[in-house]
């Protein structure tokens, strides 16, 4: 047992979850539980799953698994903060559905690696892993290449920029810190929504600790979604900057801001912006293909981040985080 004073501290596992197979990953939770009583439940949070998925999350139920449904999808936000209300447990591991422990280890070994540092931080993250063998459909290519050389990373370098390198996709959180840094439910669109939290942690005081007990990233998006979904995260990140109201802590959370900082700096940010504009296509159609160029695709995530400065500053937008 871990031990926090004079009492045992309870960690309870969650995972949000929508249209997607987790019996393979809750099976080997619930082994791992078994031999770990720190581990004293699972809350599956359904966020407005069809109703085929429902009934297999359904049937996990029992033996220390719990369902939490929302009849329709309210986000990746509000899934988490209903299931955190839920949950017996001191401290919360929140990790994603499309992961699985890596292979060379089993669900006992991979909790009992976070044992050591519950109760001496209060945020813990475990990272992400991808396959070292690149996959052979090339329609995922992208996804895996930018998650296996920029998102994989160790520990040690992690924790040189602690919270700017917070992730949700696999973290062990103090209950506590939750019921009064919620996650932001007004997210509803995708991305950025780790870096915000991260943000308001550094705000707060509390401190962020890596270690490396990763996830294999199993669920590679098609090329063309990670696209749409990197310009919907830039998008909100541009929105974000606009909201927050100490943007130097901000910006420090996120390296492309302080690139553009630099930019705007040397006033290059409209050359970006007509860059993106005019090459939009051409650099989507090279990324998306079989020889990836994760150079390039800095480039378009830049460019496309000035463009949305360029459309957001034109409005008026009260800071309020």
Not at 94 to 115: H, Q
Not at 266 to 272: A, D, F, I, S, W
Request: hydrophobic content about 40%; glycine content about 6%.
């Amino acid at each position: 047992m871990v031990y926090y004073g004079d009492e045992g501290i309870m960690i309870s596992i969650l995972i949000p979850v929508n249209n997607w197979d987790i019996v393979a990953l809750v099976h080997t939770m619930k082994d791992g539980i078994k031999k770990v009583p720190e581990f004293c439940e699972i809350i599956i949070g359904d966020d407005g799953s069809t109703p085929d998925y429902r009934e297999k999350y359904t049937k996990l139920e029992g033996e220390g698994v719990k369902l939490v449904v929302s009849e329709k999808n309210i986000g990746r936000a509000a899934i988490r903060n209903k299931m955190a209300l839920e949950a017996k447990g001191d401290y919360l591991l929140f990790i994603d559905a499309d992961t699985m422990v890596p292979a060379s280890v089993t669900g006992e070994i991979w909790l009992r690696k976070w044992l050591p540092y519950v109760g001496k931080y209060k945020v813990i993250c475990g990272g992400v892993l991808y396959h070292n063998i690149p996959p052979g459909d090339p329609d995922v290519l992208l996804r895996w290449t930018y998650g296996r050389y920029r998102e994989q990373r160790k520990a040690s370098e992690r924790n040189r920029r602690p919270h700017a390198s917070f992730s949700s996709f696999n973290f062990i959180i103090e209950k506590e810190i939750i019921r009064k840094i919620r996650f932001n439910e007004e997210l509803r669109q995708y991305g950025h929504e780790d870096t915000l939290l991260g943000y308001q942690l550094k705000k707060a005081g509390i401190n962020v600790y890596h270690i490396d007990n990763g996830l294999l990233h199993e669920g590679l998006e098609s090329n063309r979604d990670f696209l749409n979904k990197t310009r919907l995260g830039i998008e909100n990140l541009s929105l974000l900057y606009d909201k927050v109201t100490d943007k130097k802590t901000f910006s420090e959370s996120v390296r492309l801001l302080g690139l553009y900082k630099k930019l705007e700096f040397l006033r290059l940010t409209p050359l970006l912006s007509a860059l993106f504009m005019r090459y939009r296509e051409r650099m989507e159609i090279r990324l998306d293909s079989a020889k990836v160029s994760l150079w390039l695709f800095s480039i378009y995530k830049i460019s496309l981040f000035c463009t949305y400065r360029a459309i957001h500053s034109r409005r008026s937008i009260l800071p309020v985080l």
